[in-house]
């Protein structure tokens, strides 16, 4: 089975801290996936990786960074936390069929709950 | 451009009725649709996926999913509620953008099962 593990449950961090969200996949997928999930408002994209050293933005890539150094891990930051990034952070992965395209499933970490007081 | 639509935030129903999720995709191009459940403080797990094979397609538990074309739907069932699916669900589209494929989300249906 495929396993995604994301370092931490839950997070309380202050406002103005720069915040580090650890992703690692076992799969060997050469896809890796940040999303924030809010009430209503279902799971939006903020960055994806298609490669090492690769990013690309998503939908809401304000205030987020990203790094992928290796394969295997894929890394979200907050470089200077504020309340309206509280939230719950998922990490996913997949592989990549035919090239750049794919429709391949995602698969996703249990989450990260975020809280920035 | 690709979007989804969930008709339903919140379904209520018994144990052993039938379930259905409600589900409408707007995509230019044949698409690529999923359902994924998640439960509380969980990630998201795939149920079923479409991808222009089978129109009716057969997922994990017991539920599946049609493809419609002409209705522009992918509505989620299951023939019999068991406590254990009271869960969070997703309509997922893949859409192309910017020379890539993504996940676009429904906001998600509520799903209450009762004794």
């Known amino acids: 089975d495929v396993k995604v593990t994301q370092s931490s449950r839950y997070l309380v961090k202050r406002t103005g801290e720069k915040v580090f969200l650890e992703c690692v996949q076992d799969?060997?997928?050469?896809?890796m996936f940040w999303y924030r999930q809010d009430p209503g408002l279902g799971l939006r994209l903020i960055y994806f990786s298609y490669d090492v050293k690769m990013k690309e933005k998503g939908d809401i890539p304000e205030g987020y960074s990203v790094s992928r150094e290796k394969k295997e891990r894929f890394s979200l930051i907050l470089e200077s936390a504020s309340t309206n990034q509280t939230s719950m952070y998922l990490c996913?992965?997949?592989?990549?069929?035919?090239?750049?395209?794919?429709?391949?499933?995602?698969?996703f970490g249990d989450g990260t709950r975020l809280s920035i007081l | 451009a690709q979007s989804v639509t969930q008709l339903d935030s919140h379904v209520s129903v018994s144990e052993g009725t039938p379930v259905l999720l409600r589900c409408n995709y707007s995509?230019?191009?044949?698409?690529?649709l999923f359902w994924y459940v998640q439960h509380p403080n969980k990630g998201l797990q795939l149920l079923l996926k479409?991808?222009?094979?089978?129109?009716l397609v057969k997922g994990i538990n017991g539920f599946e999913a049609e493809f419609k074309k002409s209705e522009t739907s992918f509505h989620l069932t299951k023939p019999s509620a068991h406590m254990s699916d009271a869960a969070e669900y997703f309509c997922v589209v893949s859409a192309l953008s910017g020379g890539y494929n993504k996940l676009i989300f429904g906001a998600g249906t509520r799903l209450a099962v009762h004794p």
């Open positions: 995509s230019s191009y044949s698409p690529s």
């Open positions: 479409y991808t222009s094979a089978a129109t």
């Open positions: 799969m060997d997928h050469e896809n």
């Open positions: 996913a992965s997949s592989f990549k069929a035919g090239g750049l395209y794919s429709n391949q499933p995602q698969h």
